[in-house]
């Protein structure tokens, strides 16, 4: 079965068995990254919205996620610019 | 657009479109170009199946030549992109294609170095928005699948940038 097709139930008892780890040390872990994960995005995002500094989300998330922000935000705005405009 | 309405895929754009059952848009271009190299990523490696683009006139196979391709990469110092990334980039300078569909940070740069204009599959939904092919609120509807949906790593700020750009 592709991964993306998995439910977050078979997702947990594959993660069992291939790491040999215990469920509750996987949940914990999940837990951790996307506790982490949501924390990147809301300051990315209030960087991209302006209500952040690039020095203060640089401080809160590091350079490479601000630098992959401003990137993907040059690319979406050129590409919508000529979407919309050509 | 007309006769230069011609475009390159990447396998990025041909994924995520196709995840979020959106392959017919690329009939927006006259001709799309597909290198063996991204079939192999795609339908090959059964991502795709084949008739979703084989059913579609579209779509068009294109070999590249093994030697030619190296001495391309070598020129232009694209050892550190992707087979399928090198490949659309050689057919794009090879046959004069204005447009290179790709999701690509590296590929985008890689692109506009030889004077190719990137599109990504965010783009292209904007740009079907642009030619009637649905409404405003499906294409807000499209685009935050591209995010929830398929596999493309976009942030939803990112997605959000562009929704606010069409409102």
């Known amino acids: 079965m592709h991964l993306d097709m998995m439910s977050v139930a078979n997702y947990l008892s594959s993660l069992v068995q291939m790491t040999d780890q215990k469920e509750e040390y996987i949940l914990a872990q999940a837990l951790e990254i996307g506790l982490r994960q949501l924390w990147r995005e809301e300051v990315l995002a209030r960087y991209l919205r302006g209500e952040l500094s690039r020095e203060e989300a640089i401080e809160q998330v590091g350079i490479t996620w601000v630098a992959l922000a401003d990137e993907q935000a040059e690319a979406v705005l050129e590409d919508i610019h000529w979407a919309l405009t050509t | 657009m007309g006769a230069n309405n011609v475009a390159v895929a990447d396998a990025g754009p041909i994924l995520h479109l196709y995840e979020i059952d959106l392959i017919e848009l690329f009939d927006i271009w006259n001709q799309v170009l597909i290198p063996q190299a991204v079939w192999d990523e795609t339908v090959a490696m059964q991502r795709v199946p084949a008739s979703r683009l084989t059913e579609m006139s579209v779509f068009s196979l294109r070999y590249v030549p093994t030697d030619?391709?190296?001495?391309?990469?070598?020129?232009?110092?694209?050892?550190?992109?992707?087979?399928?990334?090198?490949?659309?980039?050689?057919?794009?300078?090879?046959?004069?294609?204005?447009?290179?569909?790709?999701?690509?940070?590296?590929?985008?740069?890689?692109?506009?170095r030889l004077g190719v204009r990137p599109v990504g599959s965010l783009g292209v939904i904007v740009r079907g928005y642009r030619l009637g092919r649905f409404s405003l609120r499906e294409a807000k509807m499209h685009l935050r699948a591209l995010q929830n949906v398929s596999s493309l790593f976009v942030t939803p700020e990112i997605v959000e940038l562009a929704i606010r750009q069409l409102e």
Not at chain 2, 69 to 82: D, G, M, S, T
Not at chain 2, 88 to 93: K, Y
């Open chain 2, 68 to 112: 030619a391709l190296r001495q391309f990469v070598r020129e232009f110092q694209f050892e550190k992109l992707h087979a399928g990334e090198q490949e659309c980039l050689f057919v794009c300078r090879e046959e004069g294609v204005p447009f290179l569909l790709t999701d690509d940070l590296a590929v985008r740069r890689a692109a506009k």
